[in-house]
């Protein structure tokens, strides 16, 4: 027992070790080795025991940190070891562990939360446990937050039956099983389990193979700035996208009740099952891989994705300079908006999404459209080149000719052209804007377009630049644009 205070080097063999039995008590370990049955920081309520290792080995076969009190154990060296860990052992208890170097081996669990609150700070040094539990009971809770470096678990559980949560950022890795193994969230009814990949600042590493919810209430959220890949499937209630940096899934399949994009951008390569995805305004949605259900986009909805549904008020732009987009259809609603740009003279590379030519937005349902487009739907083309003639692309559908051209007749078509010194900035190239005299919009239908997913016909978007590469250099040149309005009208052919 340590009632008051204790410092220096120790050896010896004890029973039980009390660091703030009833009343407050601090251990300051800095070398020999210690070996206990059980050791206690904050054992009775209403007491506080801390105990600081900067050398030397203490070696447990429980220990408690906030037993039923409060509990600080802080190793800055040395090792620590026993068979069960306990960070907020009972109910009404608070335990926090901070490790900046050294070692604490766990041979069989540590709880972080075990039915009182339990936090765990690692900032260096090595945690190694076989099965971490964070807010195991029903009612605890427990945080880890790892910055800097390792924790390694065979079994790794964040909201065992109470709230769990596991923050991983800057140079911190966590890995279970050698990166083989679940990491499990929210394993009961009723409890919580949250991921945090970064807090606001880079994130860290996890080492797993699934991250997996349970019956209770599972959540990741990528809240990091750079960009930062993530291997692992998932399958969880909730994705979220937060912070302003980019977020690469890999994983072949992934699924989520339901995904928001906030900040930022999500990039999906893999395949990605989600009943609702939420893009908001500033944001963006992106990758090459699947999403498996409707967008609702207030943000942009770039890439060479698959989706289902598309709706909302933000801006669809397929591909990444350029590409093909594929997609059920769209709700032009609530003000949709796309952007198309164009590179390629004639049709389209239509077997390649990544390197197409010209931008697709390929619309597989039969009714690829929710009504007539409006000017509340602006459709931005940008021209890479001066020359006139003609260019496949934007829209491509199952209507006929005539039906294609309907449904855009209405629509609020802007052009642009690439210009050193343009005004205008779209995927970090400068562009000038053109009169909607010089192009005119038709349709035409494509007997054998043959897509990455197979052969097909439908009604296709077609721009025709009017003038011939003579007056472009005048245009070009600040000159003539007053007497070309003049002589050409914007037409749907």
Do not use: C
């Not at 800095?30 to 290792?53: C, E, H, P, Q, Y």
């Not at 602006?378 to 051209?405: E, H, P, R, V, W």
Request: aromatic residues 8%.
């Amino acid at each position: 027992m340590v009632p008051g205070g204790a410092s220096g080097t120790a050896s010896g063999i004890a029973n039980s070790l009390f660091v703030g039995n009833s009343g407050t008590g601090t251990l300051n370990f800095t070398g020999g080795r210690i070996i206990t049955d059980n050791g206690f920081l904050g054992f009775n309520a209403g007491s506080n025991g801390t105990a600081t290792v900067t050398s030397g080995t203490w070696n447990n076969g429980s220990l408690g940190v906030g037993y039923s009190g409060t509990g600080t154990l802080n190793i800055k060296g040395g090792t620590v070891t026993d068979n069960n860990g306990y960070i907020g052992y009972n109910a009404g208890s608070t335990g926090t562990a901070t490790i900046t170097s050294g070692t604490w081996a766990n041979s069989n669990t540590l709880y972080i939360g075990n039915s009182g609150t339990g936090i765990l700070n690692i900032q260096g040094g090595t945690v190694n446990t076989y099965w971490g539990n964070i807010g195991f009971n029903a009612g605890s809770n427990g945080t880890v937050s790892v910055t800097s470096g390792t924790w390694a678990n065979t079994t790794l559980n964040i909201g065992e039956s109470g709230t769990g949560t596991l923050n991983l950022s800057g140079n911190g890795v966590v890995t279970v099983a050698n990166g083989k193994a679940f990491l499990n969230l929210a394993t009961i009814v009723g409890s919580v389990g949250t991921l945090n990949l970064g807090t606001g600042d880079t994130a860290g590493t996890l080492n797993a193979a699934f991250v997996m919810g349970g019956n209770g209430s599972s959540i990741v959220n990528f809240n990091h700035t750079g960009t930062f890949a993530f291997a692992p499937q998932i399958s969880v209630q909730q994705v979220n996208k937060l912070g302003s940096g980019t977020t690469i899934l890999t994983a072949i399949s992934s699924f989520a009740n339901s995904t928001t994009v906030s900040a930022g951008e999500l990039d999906v390569n893999g395949s990605l099952g989600s009943n609702t995805v939420n893009v908001h305004s500033g944001a963006t949605l992106s990758g090459s891989g699947t999403m498996h259900g409707a967008v609702a986009v207030n943000g942009t909805l770039a890439g060479t994705l698959t989706t289902g549904a598309i709706s909302g008020s933000g801006l669809v732009s397929p591909g990444n300079s350029p590409g093909i987009l594929t997609a059920a259809s769209v709700d032009i609603s609530s003000g949709l908006g796309f952007a198309f740009e164009f590179s390629l003279p004639g049709a389209p590379d239509y077997s390649s999404a990544t390197a197409s030519g010209n931008d697709i937005l390929h619309l597989t349902s039969a009714t690829p459209f929710s009504g007539n487009l409006t000017t509340d739907n602006t459709i931005n083309i940008y021209l890479s080149n001066a020359n006139a003639g003609t260019y496949l692309g934007g829209f491509f559908t199952s209507l006929t000719d005539a039906a294609l051209k309907d449904a855009m007749k209405n629509a609020k078509f802007v052009y642009f052209v690439v210009s050193e010194d343009g005004s205008v900035t779209f995927n970090g190239i400068k562009y000038s804007t053109l009169d909607a005299a010089l192009i005119s919009i038709d349709t035409i239908y494509v007997t054998d377009a043959t897509f990455a997913d197979g052969t097909t016909a439908g009604s296709e978007m077609k721009i025709t630049v009017v003038p011939e590469p003579s007056t472009w250099a005048i245009l070009l040149g600040g000159m003539g644009l007053l007497a070309l309005g003049q002589r050409y009208r914007p037409r749907m052919a």
